[in-house]
């Protein structure tokens, strides 16, 4: 199935279940490899999904080659169908902020879509004030070991270095939410991370991207990442909590909360 839209949009996608099950849907760009605009999975093992249900999907940006959708049963029995593809304007918040995140969230949005092809390297905003290295790998400074991070920037100059392999795995805007929350480290010249988690989703939320889709940018913060500490994993878990909170809060602010 494929979609194709001239401005920013909603997908809603209305599935149906004959029997309990767990669904992957997939929404891809059309012609550009490691470019995931979804990777949900609807159901679980210990809540299935029968029956019928509307997830939604933004789209801030336009995909210029339109998008793939794939739906799948992953788990279950029964018969899994897609029974309405609709597509519905999307209203994009006017964005109050300085000229320098400005420019940031611009050079962001076309390093988020573009990522997935990119090579190592390198990579700077048209007027060279941003600037991002897209590495193999994160190295601790002082040890050398790596270090299992999406991303981390330096808080001198505020050049962000993103591992390559891990960000080809996220979806656009999980990208977008990583690159936010680290540039929101510099420009607040804070290493508060919960702060910096709420600035990343307020803007992503006013830019046009779906509570779900940071919902899941904020459920994969931590994936690897200190799971064998038991009080860091139930600080992990709290600051989780938090952040889906302060999603729901704001996106009911601005009248685009869905919980599909």
Known sequence: ???????????????????????????????????????????????????????????????????????????????????????????????????????????????????????VGAYASDNDAHVIRYIDGIKDHKTGAPIHTAARVNHGDGMKEIHRGIFRQMTVGNRMFVLVHEHTHFALNTVDEEQCDYQAAKICLEMGYAPIELFYASANLFVGNGNSNPQLRKAQEERVAALKSFIESYAKQLGVWQSN
């Not at 789209?59 to 998008?67: L, Q, Y």
């Not at 788990?75 to 109050?96: A, D, F, H, S, Y």
């Open 1 to 119: 199935m494929k979609v194709i839209a001239k401005a920013p949009f909603w997908l809603d996608l209305t599935l149906s279940a004959t029997d309990d099950c767990m669904v992957g849907i997939w929404i891809a760009d059309a012609k550009k490899q490691h470019t995931l605009y979804a990777n949900r999975v609807y159901g679980s093992k210990t809540k299935p999904f029968k029956g019928t249900a509307k997830l939604s999907f933004s789209f801030p940006v336009i995909p210029k080659n339109g998008v793939d959708i794939t739906v799948r049963k992953i788990w279950g029995k029964g018969k899994v169908r897609t029974i309405k593809t609709e597509v519905r304007p999307l209203v994009v918040q006017k964005l109050n902020y300085n000229e320098a995140t400005l420019d940031f969230l611009a050079f962001a949005t076309e390093f988020a879509h573009q990522a997935g092809t990119l090579p």
